[in-house]
């Protein structure tokens, strides 16, 4: 019974048909054009750096591990966090890190190989990263001593009656 309406249809409205006949063929050929066009783009996370010396901000690759080579040759380019509790131009400087040198080379290790699991690896990575205060001639301290929980704990478990901080993005300009 279906098939004789689908005949009847098809006698009456050849073109209707058709063009109904013409969709699949449509939807494949672009199925298939999209898989042989290869995956489509990601871009690389990015996040904020400063470099110490200049004061130059800039936005590079997580991928790259502070401190990186500034204008001087020396390193001393690194990862800059900035927050806000309203607006982006809001914006201050919470911290700047960076890794110790054993640390990056852990992390190159990590990523060729199987990791240690998520955890772990957070608290290894952790374990290896300095921070300090944005203001000139603050000390770099480990992430995980006494001052830099306190830098940290400040920051990521703020004061429950203000509002809370959100990461954000200075003007590059």
Request: hydrophobic share 35%; charged share 20%; with cysteine.
């Amino acid at each position: 019974m279906l098939v004789e309406s689908i005949r009847n249809f098809t006698r009456l409205h050849p073109k209707i048909a058709a063009g109904l006949g013409l969709v699949p063929l449509l939807v494949a050929g672009m199925i298939l054009t999209r898989d042989m066009s290869g995956p489509a783009s990601v871009a690389a996370p990015v996040a904020d750096y400063v470099d110490e010396e200049t004061g130059e901000l800039s936005q590079r690759s997580t991928a790259e591990l502070p401190p990186l080579l500034g204008k001087s040759g020396r390193p001393t380019v690194v990862r800059a966090v900035f927050l806000t509790a309203s607006t982006v131009d809001a914006c201050f400087p919470a911290y700047y890190e960076k890794y110790t040198d054993e640390m990056k080379a852990k992390i190159k290790g990590m990523k060729s190989g199987p990791g240690p699991g998520i955890r772990p690896a957070y608290e290894m990575v952790r374990a290896g990263t300095l921070v300090r205060k944005p203001s000139p001639g603050s000390s770099w301290v480990s992430a995980t001593s006494t001052e830099g929980n306190a830098l940290l704990k400040k920051i990521y478990q703020p004061d429950p009656t203000k509002p809370p901080l959100k990461l954000c993005t200075p003007d590059m300009k």
